[in-house]
């Protein structure tokens, strides 16, 4: 399968390159950045030897079409999808957060719940859940945004009081997060799913706010089946979801968390099949249409074009 594992652009006016973990971002003139959504895939801050065939499509269509969903509670960052992979927008000089919001207990909340506390990022958790209940309200629990290894979890009071983010700028960022999650919420119910917990990136170019890089995609969101939620909490069951989760827990149960000394699982060309099948179908789920696979026939080559001439028109 011809997939994208690594871009090595040479673009019109491009002034930089960053290779993010799943993402090669160029930067054109200063002022535009050409984010190429790869199909490499991460887990516990690991790039998997791998890449997932389509990911990157699934990743790119899913935030293209939120970000235009979600444009009239905030500006976003987005100029143009000239490929299925590629996007271009201006550049922002993005806060050094992310914001995390959750609905449910799940995941890494669920796992520190779980070891016994009772308060994440500063927000205090009513005794008596169990893994994957819904929150009496919405959480917002921000990690802060580490340029390399681990994000760590940072409490609001932390945020303001280290000088992060000023008060009136991170006040602006939870109003955004809760409209926004609250819409990815209405969103994904029309489509029989529950957004679990979901994490947005701000940034801020003269003076404005912009909402920046993915949101409701798999890697930065996760989604439970609406049918069968109840009773499977009734009988303490795992939920049915849709979210990168299904990727962690099969490295867990192989011994990798991204810890010294660990070695990542063999990816099997079946292993890699059926990742690149649950992308898709969370794509079609989230989305509610048909994901039609691009021609990836010379897929490095495709890309390179429709960038150059989308650039040209800037």
């Known amino acids: 399968m011809n997939t994208i594992k690594q871009t090595n652009f040479n673009l019109p006016k491009q002034t930089g390159f960053y290779k993010g973990k799943v993402r090669d971002v160029y930067t054109i003139n200063n002022q535009y950045l050409a984010m190429v959504v790869t199909d490499r895939i991460s887990a516990f801050d690991v790039v998997l030897p791998e890449p997932i065939p389509y990911k990157g499509q699934v ?83 921000p990690t802060t945004k580490a340029a390399v290894g681990h994000d760590e979890d940072i409490s609001r009071e932390d945020i303001l009081a280290r000088g992060i983010i000023s008060e009136e700028d991170y006040l602006q960022l939870e109003a955004y997060t809760r409209a926004l999650y609250q819409r990815g919420t209405e969103m994904a119910a029309k489509q029989g799913l529950i957004l679990v917990d979901t994490k947005y990136e701000f940034g ?51 011994g990798f968390q991204g810890k010294e000394g660990q070695q990542v699982p063999v ?21 509610g249409e048909k994901f039609v696979r691009s021609d990836n026939n010379n897929v490095i080559q495709r890309v390179e074009q429709n960038l150059i001439e989308a650039l040209n028109k800037l």
């Open 59 to 141: 990743l790119n269509q899913i935030a293209a079409n939120f970000l235009k969903a979600t444009s009239d509670i905030v500006p976003n960052w987005v100029i143009s999808v000239p490929d299925p992979n590629v996007t271009i927008g201006r550049i922002c000089e993005p806060f050094k957060v992310e914001m995390v919001i959750r609905g449910y207990l799940a995941g890494h909340a669920a796992r520190e719940y779980k070891a016994g506390k009772r308060s994440v990022c500063g927000v205090a958790l009513p005794e008596g859940l169990n893994e994957n209940d819904k929150l009496p309200e919405p959480v917002i629990t």
């Open 204 to 254: 801020k170019v003269d003076g404005k706010i912009y909402l920046i890089d993915e949101i409701h995609t798999p890697d930065s969101s996760r989604y439970f089946y609406k049918e069968g939620y109840e009773e499977r909490q009734q009988k303490g069951e795992p939920q049915k979801q849709l979210s990168k989760e299904f990727v962690r827990q099969w490295l867990i149960e192989n």
């Open 267 to 287: 990816m099997t060309p079946e292993k890699v099949a059926s990742i690149s099948d649950r992308y898709i179908e969370l794509y079609e789920q989230i989305i």
